[in-house]
């Protein structure tokens, strides 16, 4: 039997194993990052998209708030801050009237070790580092409501800041089919009763939406309450698989967004011929399988590349265990019981959401987590198969699906979007 060896992002090194069959191994356009990811950034700050520049915007005004990603999301947010604050000082703003919020959505506080790791020392040491909690009333201000009835409840500096600037890193979405943009806003720095509705069905989509904007009501509320916000900018990079930048976009916060979306998606778009019966992805290594929140986007994306009744192996570290969504698959008796869950009470601060999409693809697909660095007892226990390593879960496949079953690969699950050419029309 022929076969392939292919190597895995885990945590902050690889995995290699040995695969036959291997229809393809799906990976991003090769594309080489900027010369300069400073210069770059700053190119776009002073030529942006469908928007006066920055330091027009900014002219006159007294209090300027950043929204810069957490530790989950990694991008040059240090570089970031640093070319836009150049750019806020020509209007005559100071440091001491600068300032950043974590979009954290639910996620925990970071640490200062970690914030020196996204940002440098000299950012953090430089600027007030505003921590959203979405949960905390007291540090939110309600706006008022979109067309659609969803309440506007985001983070009260950030509101009745006069300069409002977003930044972030565009890749493909499972929910809202692009990140970066209007994310930052929703669900980045909103409160309870914005994520209630936003992430919940019928908002929130039931299936994958890599790539989907265009009728996406997880897209367009999102979007209608970062204009309700008064978001004066943003500044967003694209990344290849290396973590290099290929580009960055500046500027309004839709035209700007949409075109980053559209590089994005000359990238990280691959095509495979058929649904393989066996799909081996990684979330990319650290950050993105630090716990299995994060890495379940590698999952959505193996179901739109598995055919029912298909095996799915998550090669995840996940030092951080499980997060808040764990308990739901826990105290279940099925898959099937998470999703009426979801269904019944919708989007939860303990992830009911994340259990939801976990339990989407177990009642489709058989779902393993191989190199984790958790047990065998709970991961079984939240219904996931274990194996010590992807190359046991690859011997079992063939076990259970045959010799000639076939296999995927995807080493950067978390951030790709696959066409399936057999499916396409």
């Not at 992805?281 to 986007?297: E, I, M, N, T, W």
């Amino acid at each position: 039997m022929e076969r392939t060896e292919i190597r895995l992002p885990l945590g902050k090194g690889y995995v290699k194993a040995s695969v036959p069959n291997v229809l393809k191994i799906a990976e991003p356009k090769d594309v080489k990052g900027v010369p300069d990811a400073r210069q770059e950034i700053r190119r776009t700050i002073q030529n942006p998209i469908g928007s006066p520049r920055l330091k027009e915007i900014a002219k006159g005004k007294h209090s300027a708030a950043i929204v810069v990603n957490d530790i989950t999301r990694p991008y040059p947010g240090g570089i970031m801050v640093e070319e836009i604050a150049d750019e806020l000082h020509m209007a005559g703003l100071k440091d001491e009237e600068i300032f950043l919020v974590v979009a954290y959505g639910t996620h925990r506080v970071e640490t200062e070790e970690e914030l020196i790791q996204m940002f440098g020392e000299n950012i953090v040491r430089r600027f007030r580092f505003v921590h959203h909690k979405a949960d905390d009333d007291s540090t939110l201000k309600t706006l008022g409501k979109t067309k659609y009835g969803m309440t506007v409840q985001i983070n009260k500096e950030f509101a009745e800041a006069e300069v409002k600037i977003l930044t972030g890193l565009i890749t493909p979405h499972s929910c809202a089919g692009f990140s970066g943009g209007r994310k930052s806003i929703v669900p980045g720095i909103s409160g309870m009763a914005c994520l209630k509705l936003h992430h919940s069905f019928p908002v929130v989509p039931a299936d994958p939406a890599m790539g989907w904007m265009e009728g996406n009501l997880f897209h367009e509320q999102a979007l209608a309450a970062a204009r309700l916000a008064g978001v004066d900018f943003i500044v967003n990079n694209i990344d290849n698989a290396s973590r290099e930048m290929v580009a960055a976009v500046a500027g309004d916060l839709n035209e700007a967004h949409i075109a980053g979306t559209k590089i994005c998606a000359e990238i990280w778009t691959t095509s495979i011929p058929t649904r393989a019966d066996v799909v081996i992805v990684s979330p990319g290594g650290y950050p993105r399988d630090f716990d299995l929140h994060q890495a379940q986007k590698a999952s959505s994306v193996a179901e739109m590349a598995c055919r029912p009744g298909g095996h799915i192996i998550v090669c995840a570290e996940a030092p951080d265990g499980s997060a808040k969504f764990g308990k739901h698959l826990k105290n279940a008796n099925s898959p099937q019981e998470v999703i009426d869950l979801f269904k019944r009470v919708g989007m939860t601060a303990d992830a009911t959401g994340k259990a939801y999409m976990w339990a989407r693809g177990m009642m489709k697909h058989r779902i393993s987590i191989a190199n984790s660095l958790m047990s065998r007892e709970e991961l079984e226990e939240m219904f996931f198969h274990y194996y010590p390593t992807v190359q046991d879960a690859v011997e079992d496949s063939l076990r259970l699906y045959g010799r000639d079953a076939t296999f995927l690969v995807i080493p950067h699950a978390a951030d790709i979007f696959v066409k399936v050419e057999d499916e396409e029309g």
